[in-house]
T-cell receptor, first 112, second 115 residues
Framework: TQLLEQSPQFLSIQEGENLTVYCNSSSVFSSLQWYRQEPGEGPVLLVTVVTGGEVKKLKRLTFQFGDARKDSSLHITAAQPGDTGLYLCAGDSGGSNYKLTFGKGTLLTVNP | SAVISQKPSRDICQRGTSLTIQCQVDSQVTMMFWYRQQPGQSLTLIATANQGSEATYESGFVIDKFPISRPNLTFSTLTVSNMSPEDSSIYLC????????????FGPGTRLLVL
């Protein structure tokens, strides 16, 4: 069974601070996806990383896929209250199986 | 991206009863997925539903408890049968993305409380 460990589980910071959340596994994934889920909503896809060592930027968010495709990180610069939410990473094991393995998430609170 | 709606958005039910959750997509999709998200937990896949075939259930989930219908390419239902308080959860449907099949788009979820 493939597992994804996310850390930290909870993070409360002040507006303007930077933060990094991590998603780690002992298994190799074909791709890793990051989702953000706001209270009362379903998860919304932020990015997919496919290539080992890949870095993608989405405004103030920077996503990195580890060289061995076993881990990923999400860095947020100058966090804003609108960044508050549950950040989930999800791994795709590849092949014809479309199942995703989800981490437990990082609950981020950005205080004004 | 696909637009997905779920009904009901939330419900409070008595133990022993059943609730059917509907998932509607604004485009035709081959694969739909049903997840459960218990309080403070991540998403757990219940089953994969392909149109025209029986749903494929994950370990720990059975058809008698969570029957699924998939009558066409834009619609699916999940029934939570003979409910107990342990079934209190958020139930989410998702669909495979059409251009990049490695991603999924999620509905807003159905928040279920069983008393």
């Amino acid at each position: 069974t493939q597992l994804l460990e996310q850390s930290p589980q909870f993070l409360s910071i002040q507006e303007g601070e930077n933060l990094t959340v991590y998603c780690n596994s002992s298994s190799v994934f074909s791709s890793l996806q990051w989702y953000r889920q706001e209270p009362g909503e379903g998860p919304v896809l932020l990015v997919t990383v496919v290539t080992g060592g890949e870095v993608k930027k989405l405004k103030r968010l920077t996503f990195q896929f580890g060289d061995a495709r076993k881990d990923s990180s999400l860095h947020i610069t100058a966090a804003q209250p609108g960044d508050t939410g549950l950040y989930l990473c999800a791994g795709d094991s590849g092949g014809s199986n479309y199942k995703l393995t989800f981490g437990k998430g990082t609950l981020l609170t950005v205080n004004p | 991206s696909a637009v997905i709606s779920q009904k009901p958005s939330r419900d409070i039910c008595q133990r022993g009863t059943s609730l059917t959750i509907q998932c509607q997509v604004d485009s035709q999709v081959t694969m739909m997925f049903w997840y459960r998200q218990q309080p403070g937990q991540s998403l757990t896949l219940i089953a994969t539903a392909n149109q025209g075939s029986e749903a494929t259930y994950e370990s720990g989930f059975v058809i008698d408890k969570f029957p699924i219908s998939r009558p066409n390419l834009t619609f699916s239902t999940l029934t939570v049968s003979n409910m107990s308080p342990e079934d209190s959860s958020i139930y989410l449907c998702s669909v495979e993305a059409s251009r990049n099949k490695k991603t999924q788009y999620f509905g807003p979820g159905t928040r279920l409380l069983v008393l």
